[in-house]
């Protein structure tokens, strides 16, 4: 079976030993995604637009995978904050209204950075 790294060219990747996203074969694992741009956390305190900017960096790990958001059949959210749910969901919903992948969304203490308050995680299977 073929598998391929995407990377997103941050420091920590090969510091902690992970990537972005693993192709193997036909399914794409998207790994814990944050709303960061170069190295900054997102809209800190807003857990909509976290969940959007979390979602495009997904998407965009999705598709140098070879894949879509249409090929998503699982998501996973972490939240700091459980009664964000609705303003997240809403978020989530509008990616992934009409694919309706299995989802998963719960409450964590804390993220890595003390401004992260959503944390997205994907897996897609390509046919």
Do not use: C, N
């Amino acid at each position: 079976m073929e598998r391929r790294r995407v990377s997103s060219g941050t420091e920590w990747e090969p510091k902690v030993g992970y990537s972005r996203a693993i192709r193997a074969g036909d399914t794409v694992h998207v790994a814990g995604t944050t709303a960061t741009d170069d190295g900054e956390v997102v809209a800190p305190g807003d857990p909509r637009r976290q969940t959007e900017v979390a979602l495009e960096i997904v998407a965009d790990a999705l598709r140098e995978a070879g894949a879509s958001v249409e090929d998503v059949v699982r998501t996973r959210l972490f939240v700091t904050d459980i009664d964000d749910w609705e303003a997240i969901g809403r978020a989530h919903g509008a990616v992934f209204g009409d694919v309706r992948p299995a989802a998963t969304m719960v409450e964590v203490d804390r993220l890595i950075d003390d401004d992260a308050v959503v944390e997205v995680e994907a897996v897609a299977i390509v046919d």
